[in-house]
């Protein structure tokens, strides 16, 4: 293991607490979390019924000192408000999940040391590793960026031309990989074929704005120039549902795909590689 950290708070203003040592705050390796417990039934010769509902483990955090003991405290009250809210999300080695903290129990508590145990309600059933974008743009190449509203320190170059997405290798043992993806406007019913599967939205963007697919969440959203948003999940295709062929939200294997773009739409691809477990 090499990180670990909570992270309380919305991409606006994350909070985020170091639990490797670096803030006097260890939660050691964390063994309880790293493994996986789905439900199931037993049937002859085989288990059926298999699903990933949320689940608790304990975890023992260390503070060591002031410093240490002050930033527990702090955490202990960022949980304990995080549960009126939206989850946090816990980050080990680079691969996520959401969480609750429902409880706390005091261990220790010591001039030099403090000890505490937490309880991770683990809510996704799955860890996500986000890999980095790959933008799409097959448009004729020209001198003019494509400044969409994000607040990046950068603008597309509408010269890109990536036709593949995906690693070669699956280098991090994932199960499976998601996509996220941005259709950027003007575009009429905007659609990618990848993998054999047809990723489509069957609406009309509007010039600067954009449709944001959200394969965790399974959430569709058009996203205006004015940052104003509608729930567009009901124009989705989804098919007849995973593996039918045109479902939006369709998981792949891990590897490396061509992007089909018959109508050179400009997208963002966000691949999301998933796993049940961590080691």
């Not at 991409?11 to 790293?34: C, I, K, Q, V």
């Not at 799955?126 to 990046?152: A, F, K, M, N, R």
């Not at 170059?157 to 993806?181: F, R």
């Amino acid at each position: 293991m090499e990180s670990i950290k909570l992270v309380f708070g919305d991409d606006y203003a994350p909070r985020a607490f170091s639990l490797d040592g670096d803030e006097d705050l260890y939660a050691e390796t964390a063994e309880a979390l790293r493994g996986y417990a789905p439900e199931y039934t037993l049937a002859a010769h085989a288990v059926a019924g298999v699903s990933r509902p949320a689940r608790e483990a304990p975890l023992t955090l260390k503070a060591h000192g002031p410093k240490g003991e002050a930033r527990l405290r702090a955490l202990m009250a960022a949980a304990a408000r995080q549960l009126d809210t939206a989850p946090a999300v816990i980050d080990i080695d680079g691969w996520r999940q959401r969480v609750q903290i429902p409880r706390v129990a005091a261990r220790t508590i010591t001039p030099g040391m403090c000890e505490a145990e937490l309880t991770i309600a683990l809510l996704d059933g799955y860890w996500i590793c986000p890999c980095q974008p790959t933008l799409v743009s097959l448009v004729e190449s020209g001198d003019t960026d494509l400044d969409h509203p994000y607040d990046h320190p950068h603008d597309y170059k509408q010269s890109s031309t990536a036709i593949s997405v995906g690693w070669e290798a699956d280098s991090v043992d994932a199960d499976t990989m998601l996509l996220g993806l941005r259709f950027f406007g003007p575009a009429q019913n905007p659609s990618l074929r990848i993998g054999g599967n047809l990723y489509e939205v069957r609406t009309s963007i509007p010039a600067g704005g954009h449709v944001h697919v959200n394969p965790i969440d399974r959430t569709v959203t058009l996203v205006t120039v004015a940052g104003s948003t509608t729930n567009v999940f009901s124009a989705a295709t989804r098919g007849t549902g995973l593996d039918g062929g045109s479902y939006i939200f369709q998981p792949l294997a891990p590897a490396r795909y061509e992007i089909h773009n018959p109508d050179k739409l400009t997208v963002s691809i966000n691949p999301y590689y998933r796993r049940n477990h961590l080691w």
